[in-house]
């Protein structure tokens, strides 16, 4: 079964500074999916950013972009230049190859500071 | 666009009542997940669609959580004779096909049972 490790329950950030959320995963699939989504507290879930496990470059959109280390079953989540509005939960999530067994982990609260 | 929708944005229910909330995905998508959120926590997998089949529903919690989709689009997931520990956020996804597919949110229905 797969599964998520966030180890950061809550980062704060200085506003126009960047900050990585951290992300593990475990998986005996070859081939998987690793998504990052935004939850603030309105409770919606943004998605934000995917990164497939076969793909040789990290997923860049906008000012987040996906640190994958495949070796480290890494998959760190990097946003620039932080504004206000960022601040929320963010999830770290992986599918498997069928897109099934979508599984979340625990989440990093993210405050950024004026 | 419209995204995906979801209905009751709120529920509050006497225990013992039976709820059913709704989810109408994104016209197209084939593939619709529903999710159970505890406050705090990451979203947990309940059940998983293809079209109209129900693929998975490993993680519907006991034999009162009932999902269907009769027509492939329009998803109702069904709680009888609820409990307190059924109070959760249920969030609906969808995503245009199987195999490593963005997942959409729904807004989420907040459920409070009493």
């Known amino acids: 079964a797969q599964k998520i490790t966030q180890t950061q329950p809550g980062m704060f950030v200085q506003e126009k500074e960047a900050v990585t959320l951290d992300c593990t995963y475990d998986?005996?699939?070859?081939?998987?999916?690793l998504f990052w989504y935004k939850q603030p507290s309105s409770g919606e879930m943004i998605f934000l950013i995917y990164?497939?496990?076969?793909?040789?470059q990290n997923a860049t959109e906008g000012r987040y972009s996906l640190n994958f280390q495949k070796a480290r079953k890494s998959a760190n989540l990097v946003i620039s230049a932080s504004q206000l509005g960022d601040s929320a939960m963010y999830f770290c999530?992986?599918?498997?190859?069928?897109?099934?067994?979508?599984?979340f982990g625990p989440g990093t609260r993210l405050s950024v500071l004026p | 666009g419209a995204g995906v929708s979801q209905s009751p944005r709120y529920k509050v229910a006497k225990r013992g009542q039976d709820v059913a909330l709704r989810c109408d995905p994104i016209?197209?998508?084939?593939?619709l997940f529903w999710y159970q959120q505890a406050l705090g926590q990451g979203p947990e997998f309940l059940t998983y669609?293809?079209?109209?089949?129900?693929?998975?529903k490993s993680g519907l919690p006991s034999d009162r959580f009932f999902a269907e989709r009769p027509e492939g689009s329009v998803s109702t997931l069904k709680i009888q004779r609820t409990q307190q520990e059924d109070s959760a956020v249920y969030l609906c996804?969808?995503?245009?096909?199987?195999?490593?597919?963005?997942?959409?949110f729904g807004p989420g229905t907040r459920l409070t049972v009493l």
């Open positions: 669609f293809q079209n109209e089949a129900q693929l998975d």
């Open positions: 999530a992986s599918d498997d190859s069928y897109g099934q067994n979508f599984v």
């Open positions: 996804a969808s995503s245009l096909a199987r195999g490593q597919d963005t997942q959409y």
């Open positions: 016209s197209g998508h084939v593939s």
């Open positions: 990164q497939g496990s076969y793909d040789e």
């Open positions: 998986t005996s699939d070859q081939s998987y999916g």
